[in-house]
């Protein structure tokens, strides 16, 4: 039986759009499920998601259903047994051994680190994850660390990115704050 922890909805700063997102636990593990709309390049862009984890955390699976402007999105992420991943069933191995997904879309993945990692205050860690590229949906390697600043800030930096800030979290690890992308508007849990 599914049993809700929180939800939130965030407002998008770069572009015009918002994410709302539901995170839930079973015996089996845990699920984040959302929909994010946004304009992508002038085109208008839906798409639902939903991350399967084990229970310490690792990604199981990940599903993409959408559209941007008029073409239609559909991805399924899987991580194999043997620590090998696939997108749409083709093997992609540039991020083979990575344990976390990152969809580069919403900023909901940013908590499964988050909380596979559980720093205590002063604490970092490299966290590289297989990461889905937006709009060209292409699994990367994105290189990335978390440094656990006190109870409810994280230093983050995504080196492909050049991105560099501090993001506030909530208590369930949903990023309320992610500087100059994603300000949350509503929360629960």
Not at 20 to 47: N, Y
Not at 53 to 72: C, I, K, M, N, Y
Not at 112 to 137: K, N, Q, S, V
Request: overall charge negative.
């Amino acid at each position: 039986m599914m049993r809700t922890l929180a939800s939130i909805l965030w407002r998008r700063l770069d572009l015009e759009g918002h994410d709302a997102c539901l995170l839930s636990q079973s015996g089996g593990g845990q699920s984040l499920r959302g929909q994010a709309f946004f304009i992508q390049d002038g085109k208008p862009c839906s798409v639902s998601y939903e991350v399967d984890r084990d229970p310490g955390w690792h990604t199981r699976s990940a599903r993409v259903d959408g559209f941007l402007g008029t073409q239609e999105l559909h991805y399924a992420i899987e991580r194999l047994a043997g620590g090998q991943w696939t997108l749409n069933g083709e093997p992609h191995t540039e991020v083979a051994g990575l344990i976390d997904v990152d969809l580069g879309f919403t900023p909901a993945s940013n908590l499964l680190a988050i909380r596979r990692f559980d720093l205590d205050i002063g604490m970092a860690t490299p966290a590289p994850a297989a990461y889905l590229t937006f709009p060209e949906l292409r699994l990367v390697r994105l290189e990335q660390t978390y440094r656990r600043l006190d109870e409810a800030r994280y230093a983050y930096a995504a080196l492909m990115f050049g991105y560099d800030e501090i993001m506030e979290v909530s208590p369930s690890g949903f990023i309320v704050d992610y500087p100059g992308l994603w300000k949350s508007v509503a929360q629960s849990g």
